[in-house]
């Protein structure tokens, strides 16, 4: 079945629209199974659409999309765009195919999680982890500036003086949102390093400028509290 057979429940300025996404290359689409197809759309915001059918010799096609116009069941122009991307990459996705449906609560299709959906999730949750923790650094920054603003430079009364490659690492875990100054052990220099790399680690899209300071301060650290330790032991 070519999408040409489907043309017609798609108003012209839509299909014109979609037709236009595909020709820019905004519709990124995941492996295929014989079943489903998932696309994500690179716009701003982004999308999902998804196309389903009970099986791979069903004639009905289900498609869906999460942006508003597919939220009230229309069929938009990011759906257009995939069945255009889907056609041009995978044709035999449509094999069998004679009508298309709009995905609602009421179809009878059930959307079953992928191993690109599942992706998809995990991605969304560790992007959510990563975000929450770089609010906490950006509020420990602001706080950090507010109590340099009060205070003198002039060292605390009480608080510990310390070697000066110690005292630079402990201001960089502080502006990142951990303060090891008042109580400096390994345990604390080793959960404060192992949050930062959720954010700071190339494989969170961090950088390997920022993996390496990372473990250049926590390294710095672990040696100071290991030498205090032994002299306090001897």
């Given amino acids: 079945m070519s999408t040409e057979n489907w043309e017609h429940f798609f108003k012209p300025e839509v299909r014109s629209s979609g037709r236009a996404l595909f020709t820019q290359g905004k519709t990124s689409l995941s492996q295929p199974s014989d079943t489903e197809v998932v696309a994500f759309m690179r716009t701003t915001p982004p999308f999902k659409v998804s196309l389903k059918s ?12 999460n942006c508003p116009a597919g ?14 991307a889907t056609e ?5 996705f ?14 009878h299709v059930k959307a079953k999680p ?11 949750a560790a992007l959510k982890e990563k975000q929450s923790l770089l609010r906490k650094i950006q509020y420990q920054k602001q706080k950090l500036r ?64 920022e993996i390496i300071e990372l473990n250049k ?9 290991k030498k205090i ?3 306090d032991e001897a």
């Fill in 229 to 231: 330790t032994a002299t």
């Fill in 146 to 209: 507010l109590k340099e603003m009060k205070h003198s430079k002039k060292s605390i009364p009480n608080e510990p003086s310390f070697p000066k490659d110690v005292e630079n690492s402990l201001v960089y875990f502080s502006q990142n949102g951990f303060e090891l100054r008042t109580e400096l052990t390994q345990e604390l220099v080793s959960a404060a390093k192992k949050k930062l790399s959720l954010v700071f680690h190339p494989d969170r899209n961090g950088s390997h400028v």
């Fill in 71 to 84: 939220k009230k069941d229309l069929f938009c122009k990011h759906i257009w765009a995939t069945l255009l």
């Fill in 217 to 225: 301060h926590a390294d710095v650290l672990m040696r100071y509290v």
């Fill in 94 to 107: 449509f094999e069998s195919k004679l009508e298309i449906e709009k995905m609602t609560s009421a179809s």
């Fill in 88 to 92: 041009g990459k995978n044709p035999d």
């Fill in 54 to 65: 009970n099986a791979v010799s069903s004639p009905t096609l289900f498609v869906d999309c």
């Fill in 114 to 124: 992928t191993a690109q959906s599942q992706a998809w999730e995990e991605k969304k």
